[in-house]
């Protein structure tokens, strides 16, 4: 089956602009994850959903960072007035199982934002 | 968490030869742990994990070792070939209900050398 997709896969911005980034995650997953990963890093964590419900937003960097998952499939990351310091991949993924029960996570291809 | 730095260690194989990439975590109560490959442009691949209540476990030509006492996580890949040059990421969750976010370490850049 499909794995998690992820779009756009690159996106340039002014700062300034908003931007907002796509995540389809595999059919049936309940769990999604949201992660930043900067330049030679490790991916860092941002928020999670559980179905429809976040349950934790407490990676997300400041008020201008903004997740939804309204149906509980898909969802949008949204960065408003980006910055430069927001240039980073930014990573979905999915899980099959919520909460409280570890599961192997499994990774979109990312999307990379370069503010200028 | 653990810090990062801005410049991935480097271990550098030749073809054949087994790796072994190390890693250090951070909080002594994660109780599960995962080791991803991260190939230039794509998102992290599951490799293998291992739960805290076990000290080994293997895979196909992967093995991971976990050591609670010194919060150690290694991995060791057998035959290396050049399809497994790559950053590889340890992770660690922390069954507390808070989930199941990803604690990622600082990766390791490997190189297969023909």
């Known amino acids: 089956g499909a794995g998690v997709s992820q779009s756009p896969r690159y996106k340039v911005a002014k700062r300034g602009q908003d931007v907002a980034l796509r995540c389809d995650p595999i059919?049936?997953?309940?769990?999604l994850f949201w992660y930043q990963q900067a330049l030679g890093q490790g991916p860092e964590f941002l928020t999670y959903?559980?179905?429809?419900?976040?349950?934790?937003k407490s990676g997300l960097p400041s008020d201008r960072f903004f997740a939804e998952r309204p149906e509980g499939s898909v969802s949008t990351l949204k960065i408003q007035r980006t910055q430069q310091e927001d240039s980073a991949v930014y990573l979905c993924?999915?899980?099959?199982?919520?909460?409280?029960?570890?599961?192997?996570?499994?990774f979109g291809p990312g999307t990379r934002l370069l503010v200028l | 968490g653990e810090s990062v730095g801005l410049h991935l260690p480097t271990l550098s194989v030749q073809e054949g030869d087994n790796s072994i990439i190390n890693c250090a975590y951070s909080?002594?109560?994660?109780?599960?742990f995962i080791w991803y490959k991260q190939e230039s442009g794509k998102g992290p691949q599951f490799i293998i994990d291992?739960?805290?209540?076990?000290d080994k476990r293997q895979g196909q030509r992967v093995t991971v070792l976990l050591n609670k006492t010194v919060k150690h996580l290694s991995l060791q890949i057998a035959a290396t070939q050049p399809g497994d040059s790559a950053v590889y990421f340890c992770?660690?969750?922390?069954?507390?209900?808070?989930?199941?976010?990803?604690?990622f370490g600082t990766g390791t850049q490997l190189k297969v050398e023909l």
């Open positions: 992770a660690e969750i922390l069954a507390s209900g808070g989930g199941n976010k990803l604690t």
């Open positions: 291992i739960r805290s209540n076990m």
């Open positions: 993924a999915s899980s099959t199982i919520p909460q409280g029960v570890q599961e192997t996570q499994y």
């Open positions: 059919s049936g997953h309940v769990s």
């Open positions: 909080n002594s109560a994660s109780d599960y």
């Open positions: 959903f559980q179905n429809e419900a976040q349950l934790d």
